[in-house]
């Protein structure tokens, strides 16, 4: 682990209460990297988001940012560089999409330089936009505050494929030019393992492989049949 490690953990044990529901975890992302991080419904994949980005407090071990440990609560964190990226669609309903930009203080140029999608829906009340037009609005609002690392929930829980893919390019970009270290969870598997650098799977709670994805590519099959089924 280098000063390059954005965010991780070691030995990190995570739950609710006294429950542990992820063991003794060692992962880390670095600048410009997209890590997917796979398993089934229930393996932990979301408790280690929450507690990475110090949402809930680690039960053992430690979070790691920028290299060195951190208790920082989550508000902390995102004003020193995290964003943390949900299912559930951030977007103030009621409101516009340049009124969500706006009260973001994102400048509605950045948000549509990187995704021009949203140019001709920028007076549209956000309820009224399409899953994938939602969340390329929060994506865009999340990008355009330039994060130095990005958490990433299941972005894109039931929406299109082709949209799966536009969401998962804009993480790639933004790793490949801002140097945004990205943690993805994803149901989509094989989309992420395309965009991903490397891949770590939770089993009930515990890891179980590790890896660049060209590494455990050829494993996929057997990956998904084991561990990553229902
Ligand atoms: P999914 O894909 O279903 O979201 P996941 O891998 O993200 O799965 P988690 O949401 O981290 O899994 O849940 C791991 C375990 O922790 C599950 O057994 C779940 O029931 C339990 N759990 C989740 N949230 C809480 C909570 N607030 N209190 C107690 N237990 C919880």
Do not use: W
């Amino acid at each position: 682990m280098t000063m390059d490690t954005l965010l991780g953990c070691a030995g990190l044990s995570a739950g609710y209460g006294s429950m542990a529901v992820v063991r003794e975890l060692d992962l880390h992302v670095a600048r410009g990297e997209v890590v997917a991080l796979l398993g089934a419904n229930g393996a932990g994949k979301t408790t280690t988001l929450l507690t990475l980005a110090g949402q809930l407090p680690p039960l053992a071990g430690t979070v790691l940012a920028d290299g060195k440990p951190t208790k920082a609560p989550m508000h902390e964190r995102c004003r020193t560089g995290l964003s943390f990226i949900t299912e559930e669609r951030s977007v103030i309903m009621g409101l516009t999409a340049k009124e969500n930009l706006k009260l973001a203080g994102v400048p509605t140029a950045a948000a549509t330089a990187l995704f021009p999608e949203l140019e001709p829906v920028l007076n549209r009340p956000a309820g009224l936009l399409s899953g994938g037009e939602q969340q390329m609005l929060t994506l865009a609002r999340a990008l355009a505050r330039r994060p130095r690392a990005l958490l990433a929930d299941e972005l894109s829980l039931g929406l299109a494929p082709i949209i799966v893919r536009r969401l998962l390019t804009a993480l790639r970009q933004a790793a490949d030019t801002d140097g945004v270290g990205v943690l993805l969870v994803e149901q989509h598997v094989r989309q992420a393992l395309r965009f991903a650098d490397r891949v770590y799977v939770l089993n009930r709670g515990r890891l179980v492989l590790e890896g660049p994805v060209a590494d455990v590519q050829s494993q996929l099959g057997a990956i998904e049949a084991a561990y990553l089924a229902g």
